[in-house]
């Protein structure tokens, strides 16, 4: 199993300011992943946090708005940038097991005024 | 490509009913990984369960059972003698490995009320 720790569980931050949400993981993975979910909908991925190289995003997502950082297999940051009230959502850093099971954080919950 | 569909977008029924969940899934790839989770009115994913797609198996766990089809590409969740803590929204999953490198889809999940 992987135990993640995320963080900030919640926050509350203003329209244009950025903030950074950090996963930790107890044990190395090879395949990380940020998802996000919006009130009342289901996950969707934003991007594969690679280590030691760029993230993959999925259609709609923006490196310049979500930028990633992977710098080793435990660790990775998500940065949601020039905030907006459209980017209230619960962000899920989750992991790939090797026996396929995928893990998730508990979640950040950002709440843009 | 890649799709898990749930039907039913809320339920609602009493205490001590029993309640099925549908979870309808596509993809190419023959290696894949099916899942639920339940998200509680707090927030958090609790994982329940996870199924190759080499193992048909049905399984039962406590209250809990789980019906995987091939044939049909479903892989429906039944919940016996419902009880108000079952209510949350629950989530079907998909993970396939040569098309999508690992990446998961979720249905768009079920809301189930579960009145005393």
């Known amino acids: 199993s992987a135990v993640i720790s995320q963080k900030p569980s919640r926050d509350i931050c203003q329209r244009g300011t950025s903030l950074t949400i950090q996963c930790q993981v107890d044990?190395?993975?090879?395949?990380m992943f940020w998802y996000r979910q919006q009130p009342g909908q289901s996950l969707t991925l934003i991007a594969t946090?690679?280590?030691?190289?760029?993230?993959?995003?999925e259609s709609g997502f923006v490196i310049d708005k979500f930028p990633i950082s992977r710098p080793n297999l435990t660790f990775s940051t998500l940065t949601v940038s020039n905030m907006s009230p459209e980017d209230s959502s619960i962000y899920l850093c989750?992991?790939?097991?090797?026996?396929?099971?995928?893990?998730f954080g508990e979640g950040s919950r950002l709440t843009v005024l | 490509a890649q799709k898990v569909t749930q039907a039913q977008t809320e339920i609602s029924v009493v205490e001590k009913e029993d309640v099925t969940l549908d979870c309808v899934y596509e993809?190419?790839?023959?290696?894949?990984?099916l899942f639920w989770y339940k998200q509680p009115p707090s927030g958090e994913l609790v994982f329940l369960i996870r199924?190759?797609?080499?193992?048909?198996q049905n399984e039962i766990s406590g209250r809990y059972s789980w019906n995987f089809q091939k044939s049909t590409s479903s892989f429906n969740f039944t919940i016996t003698a419902s009880q108000v803590v079952d209510s949350a929204v629950y989530f079907c999953?998909?993970?396939?490995?040569?098309?999508?490198?690992?990446?998961?889809?979720f249905g768009d999940g079920t809301t189930l009320t579960v009145k005393p």
């Open positions: 989750s992991v790939l097991h090797d026996t396929g099971e995928l893990f």
């Open positions: 044990s190395q993975v090879t395949m």
């Open positions: 946090a690679n280590q030691g190289s760029e993230a993959t995003y």
């Open positions: 993809t190419r790839d023959t290696t894949y990984y």
């Open positions: 199924r190759n797609s080499f193992d048909e």
């Open positions: 999953a998909l993970t396939d490995f040569h098309t999508n490198a690992g990446k998961s889809t």
